[in-house]
Nanobody, 124 residues
Framework: QVQLVESGGGLVQAGGSLRLSCVASGRTFSMYAMGWFRQAPGKEREFVSAISRSGGRTYYADSVKGRFTIARDNAKNTVYLQMSSLKPEDTAVYYC?????????????????WGQGTQVTVSS
């Protein structure tokens, strides 16, 4: 089992940047594929980005491609989401998620473990 704790959210103006972090408990972090999702009020949770266990493969939703970068540091049990050129429509609670498999990675059901979320608010 793994526990996930996100941090780094906050209030930022449009065009600004934030870096989210997600720290995982345990000594087997490198065995988990990681994903970032977000959920805005009244909307379903949506895929943002995912990274394979080694970090060699990364994937992004079209809405964030070119603006967000996912990375992981297995020595620090941490996955990051660098967000740049933020837009008001990026406002949401951002969640990190983990799963041992990486067959599917764009649906919430593809991940077994979830963090509590961190709020990102982008003002216009």
């Amino acid at each position: 089992q793994v526990q996930l704790v996100e941090s780094g959210g906050g209030l930022v103006q449009a065009g600004g940047s934030l870096r989210l972090s997600c720290v995982a408990s345990g000594r087997t972090f490198s065995m988990y594929a990681m994903g970032w999702f977000r959920q805005a009020p009244g909307k379903e949770r949506e895929f943002v980005s995912a990274i394979s266990r080694s970090g060699g493969r990364t994937y992004y939703a079209d809405s964030v491609k070119g603006r967000f970068t996912i990375a992981r540091d297995n020595a620090k049990n941490t996955v990051y989401l660098q967000m740049s050129s933020l837009k008001p429509e990026d406002t949401a609670v951002y969640y990190c998620a983990a799963d041992r498999t990486f067959i599917g990675f764009i649906k919430p059901a593809d991940y077994r473990y979830w963090g509590q979320g961190t709020q990102v608010t982008v003002s216009s």
